[in-house]
């Protein structure tokens, strides 16, 4: 854990937060700031950054991911309508907060996923 991570104080207790799930290897909480009627993180218990640092022993967790999203997705109303996933990663992916974590947005027809326009005008 790194000192200011507010996703590990958020694991450990130090800053509140209604966590809808839990078990040893994730957590789910709803963002702060929701992009979408239902908007919540699925959030390794562990801390670590980037999907580069993933060894295969943290298999079980990025199951453990999916599977906490797929419950919550129910739990929440959104399973049968559609809901997206999404992981940003680094700076220029949209990850604001250093430690990686897993988004669910759903309960409404969500729009594209913010390609840049210059990467649209590109001849590849």
């Known amino acids: 854990m790194t000192d200011d991570c507010v996703f590990c104080k958020?694991?450990?207790?130090e800053i509140p937060s209604d966590i809808l799930y839990r078990d040893e290897l994730c957590f789910v909480i709803r963002d702060?700031?929701?992009?979408a009627p239902t908007h919540l993180?699925?959030?390794?218990?562990?801390?670590?950054?980037?999907?580069?640092?993933?060894?295969s022993r943290?298999?079980?967790t990025?199951?453990?991911?999916?599977a906490a999203a797929k419950d919550s997705a129910k739990?929440?109303?959104?399973s049968d309508s559609g809901y997206?996933?999404?992981?940003?990663?680094?700076r220029d992916g949209g990850q604001e907060?250093?430690?990686?974590?897993m988004h669910l947005l759903g309960g409404r027809r969500l729009g594209g996923l913010g390609i840049p326009s210059e990467r649209s005008s590109r001849n590849d």
């Open 97 to 101: 907060v250093p430690h990686l974590h």
């Open 75 to 78: 739990a929440e109303g959104v």
């Open 10 to 13: 958020i694991r450990d207790g």
């Open 41 to 55: 993180l699925v959030i390794p218990v562990e801390h670590f950054e980037r999907i580069s640092e993933l060894e």
């Open 32 to 35: 702060i700031a929701p992009l």
């Open 58 to 60: 943290f298999d079980q």
């Open 84 to 90: 997206r996933l999404m992981i940003n990663q680094g």
């Open 62 to 66: 990025f199951g453990a991911m999916f």
